[in-house]
Every structure is written in structure tokens, then in C-alpha cells.
């Protein structure tokens, strides 16, 4: 979860995670959850987003286009080098097919952190995964 500590405006990163722990930092950091940014649409990165938007069915869902796959009315369509407020933070889209077609990182520099997803690991590149994944992205 990434939040401005101005605002209290807050985001999460890939529905991935069970919305207890969600509800648990949302309450001990007196957050405002307005944002789920999601990485790419593979499974584990949106396990719990149903869950999420029950709980808060005004979040918008921020993803890269994906015709594939459409989700609420809340979903939010990205571009590359879209950039998305939260609260006074700034978050950069940045496309990174390879791992997935729609796979995406979330930069922001005044925090200087970026969200990869699967797109890159520890000391090495993400891998890929089935017939729409391509490798050679992911060196570009």
C-alpha cells in the first residue's frame, strides 16, 4: 500500500493480498483508500479485487488497456506515461509488455520507488509466462 502522508489519500498495488491486512493498515495509518493499481491482470496479482470493491465500491481501478479483460464501471484505462495523482504524490504509467501484454510499472519519483510487479525481480528481469508473453520485451 503506497499513501500520501500529506493527504492520507492511499493506494494499493495489485489486489493481491487479503483485505484484512488491508483494513488493518488502513486503520492503524488513518487512511483513505481511493485506488487499487494493478500491475497486470494474471490471476494473483487480482485475486482479491472483488473483495476490495465490495468493501469499497467507490475505488477506482486503475490498469493498463486490456481489452481482454474489463472490470467495474471504476476501471480506468492507462496510457504510458500517464501520470496519476494520489493525494500530492505523482504516479508515472509505464508500459512494459514482456511478462504480459498489459503489465505495467508504477513509478513515483518524489518517493523515489517503483512498483514492477512482475516485470522485474531482485537482481534479474521478470520471466514469461504462455503464448502472449514475449520474452524479448522484457530486455527492451
Known sequence: ??????TRIAGIIDASIE??????????????????????????HIKYLDDLTDQFPYLQICGYKNPEEKFADNYRELDHHEIIPLGTEMITVLHTPGHYPDSVCFWNKKGSC???????????????????????????
Do not use: Q
Open 114 to 140: 517503483v512498483f514492477t510487479g512482475d516485470t522485474m525481480f531482485v537482481g534479474r528481469t521478470g520471466r514469461t509466462i504462455g503464448a502472449k508473453s514475449n520474452n524479448s520485451y522484457l530486455y527492451t
Open 1 to 6: 500500500m503506497i499513501w500520501c502522508e500529506s
Open 19 to 44: 483485505i484484512t491486512e488491508i483494513l488493518e493498515c488502513i486503520d492503524s495509518n488513518n487512511l483513505i483508500l481511493e485506488k487499487v493499481f494493478i500491475t497486470h491482470t494474471h490471476f494473483d
